[in-house]
């Protein structure tokens, strides 16, 4: 079954593709389990893991895949897949240096060049290390014809803050999609729209995040900004509507400390207090386990609950895990 969410591209729906993502995942655990599965294979079920965490909202997709990283590169030391897929991890989790030690081991034994470096300038990239991250992602042999390497290069853009130049990348990669799974053109038109928010232009943004909801209802992220951008436009009804149903599946308490602000916003002191109260307790949970991936968001969170006190730390946290500008901005803010 396909349908046909925008004029130039045909893909499979969403739930299909959600489908297939989750039973993938089920095949794979299997043959993991029957030790099966070799270990190049059982890094790829963890990515798949980590895809699904990322598309769904589920810190506890993260832990799951971290915890099998983690053993794989205990039961199998030497080969440089188990050390790839714990680096992967590691980035998820924003333990950036412990993911650059990890790829300088995988490449150690032999791992694929293309997929470490890839990997490494992903986490360069986080990091702020931009010309470092672009310099890997044009040594990239299909540089210009391929649609993950135009992908790459547009984030890299997007993120120096070079709209125009990450424009025409992400067009050009849109352009070169030749698959039929709605979930890497969802992505792309997720970062596409992240851009934007952080350029000021909420409807080129909201135009986005539409495409990458209509094409991908499930996906979680692109549905939470969709809600964001929807309620600084002032349309509070809608924003809500949809995150209310991820305040209540998603373990991510994001979407908790946006229904928060937006009912103070309305005046609605007894839900923004029940969604704070929410929010805070599962954001001091996962800072105790995961400071580096939850401290940029609770100290925002913080800040939008007036309490500096609390959000400075975590702000501090943050930049001295991935020093780039928009985390300088952060602790700018908390210490005002």
């Known amino acids: 079954m396909t349908q046909t969410l925008d004029s130039d591209l045909r893909t499979t729906a969403g739930a299909l593709a959600m489908d297939n993502l989750r039973a993938q995942i089920e095949g794979m655990l299997r043959d993991a389990t029957a030790r099966r599965l070799p270990a190049r294979s059982e890094s790829g079920l963890i990515e798949l893991i980590l895809l699904r965490g990322h598309l769904l909202g589920r810190v506890s997709d993260y832990e799951w895949a971290t915890a099998l990283a983690e053993q794989l590169a205990v039961e199998t030391p030497d080969d440089g897949n188990a050390h790839l897929a714990l680096a992967r991890t590691r980035a998820t989790l924003h333990r950036f240096r412990d993911a650059l030690a990890e790829l300088e081991e995988a490449t150690r034994l032999g791992g694929d060049p293309r997929e470490v470096d890839g990997e490494r300038a992903v986490v360069l990239q986080a990091v702020g290390r931009y010309d470092e991250a672009l ?18 290069l547009a984030t890299v853009h997007a993120d120096r803050g070079d709209t125009a130049t990450a424009e025409e990348l992400f067009a050009a990669s849109r352009e070169r999609y030749r698959g039929v799974s709605p979930i890497p053109v969802a992505q792309l ?4 729209a992240h851009m934007w928010i952080a350029a000021g232009n909420l409807g080129r943004a909201r135009a986005w995040l539409e495409s990458a909801v209509r094409r991908l209802p499930a996906y979680a992220p692109a549905v939470g900004h969709l809600a964001e951008v929807e309620a600084a436009l002032g349309e509070t009804d809608s924003a809500i509507a949809r995150l209310l149903p991820l305040a209540t599946t998603s373990d991510d308490p994001d979407y908790a ?11 609605e002191r007894e839900e923004s207090r029940y969604w704070r109260n929410v929010a805070a307790a599962r954001y001091d949970e996962l800072v105790e386990r995961h400071v580096e991936a939850f401290a940029d968001h609770a100290a925002e969170f913080w800040l939008d609950a007036g309490d500096l006190k609390r959000a400075l730390p975590l702000a501090v946290k943050n930049f001295e895990v991935r020093p780039t500008g928009r985390a300088a901005n952060l602790v700018a803010r908390a210490t005002r």
Do not use: V
């Open 135 to 152: 310099a890997i992602f044009i040594s990239a042999d299909d540089l210009r014809s391929d649609f993950t390497s135009l992908g790459n």
């Open 189 to 192: 038109d997720f970062k596409r």
């Open 257 to 267: 400390a946006q229904l928060a602000h937006i009912f103070d916003g309305r005046h």
